[in-house]
């Protein structure tokens, strides 16, 4: 009953990404014609090379469409049915939500493309955390890299870069053009904040008398280890001990507090890293 509720509040979330999608699209890129990557730049270049004959929901489902039945013969059945299910709400919405925003609901077209692009990505992050896909250059980096050597993220920046530079088809400005390149940057660094920005932890350097207790008082409150080191002080020449801690960055607050709490002369440090795998935390993936 569990994995059914796991997997029903997965594709919700799916859902809840693709909406966040279709609406940075329709709301903000489409009536401005600020082209953004994948097949939703695609799709807005038809729309408004065909004068609005072809909407974006539908040039962006027969796109991945095509795309997916030449990668599912390429590469075999490697796509699962979450971004299946991400492809068709996406479209769906896309052809919902276009009729009922005419115009922007933003005047600066700048603003639009941050915004459109803090959404976009937002809405990419929550469905690539649940192992769905919004499809287009993502397929077509799978079925590039292949047969080539290039790393997906660099074909999919080439494969924007090249959508984006067709915008000058609809709007032949350098504007507008910048406009689309500003929104693929916010994209990009939205979709890494929201997936790794739960992961980020806080190294934390502690300096106290009351070591003992303020450790004790860590591992009762988190579950956590504490590392004692011994150290000298190089001016006093006294011999002290130093904690080691590494927590959540949403839990390193709370260590600060509880070790001002127990020694007021308390001395810390705290330093954001990534990546720290072990017990508690990520585990490697691909060693066995």
Aim: with cysteine; aromatic share 10%; net charge positive.
């Amino acid at each position: 009953m569990n994995r059914i509720l796991e997997e029903i509040k997965s594709y919700v979330i799916i859902a809840l990404g693709m909406l966040m999608y279709a609406f940075s699209a329709t709301a903000f890129q489409i009536p401005n014609k600020i082209v953004g990557g994948g097949a939703t730049g695609v799709g807005t270049v038809i729309y408004y090379l065909t004068d609005g004959l072809i909407p974006v929901g539908v040039s962006y489902f027969l796109i991945n469409v095509v795309l997916i039945s030449i990668a599912l013969k390429v590469l075999g059945p490697k796509f699962g049915i979450k971004s299946i299910f991400a492809i068709c709400v996406g479209s769906f919405l896309l052809g919902i939500l276009q009729p009922l925003f005419p115009e922007s609901l933003v005047s600066d077209r700048f603003m639009c493309a941050v915004i459109s692009g803090i959404l976009t990505g937002a809405g990419i992050a929550l469905a690539l955390a649940q192992g769905g896909s919004t499809g287009g250059t993502d397929i077509v980096a799978m079925l590039v890299t292949k047969y080539r050597n290039v790393s997906p993220g660099k074909m999919i920046m080439y494969c924007d870069c090249g959508i984006i530079a067709s915008s000058l088809l609809i709007n032949f400005n350098i504007e507008g053009l910048m406009y689309g390149y500003v929104m693929m940057g916010v994209v990009s660094f939205t979709v890494d904040f929201v997936l790794t920005g739960k992961k980020q932890s806080a190294q934390l350097f502690i300096f106290t008398e009351k070591y003992e207790e303020v450790a004790e008082r860590i591992t009762e409150r988190f579950v956590r280890g504490v590392t004692v080191v011994d150290c000298t002080g190089w001016y006093t020449g006294q011999a002290k001990k130093m904690l080691i801690i590494v927590v959540r960055k949403n839990e390193a607050i709370e260590v600060l507090k509880i070790a001002k709490r127990v020694d007021s002369n308390v001395f810390m440090t705290m330093n954001t890293v990534m990546g720290v795998f072990g017990k508690g935390f990520d585990e490697v993936k691909g060693v066995k």
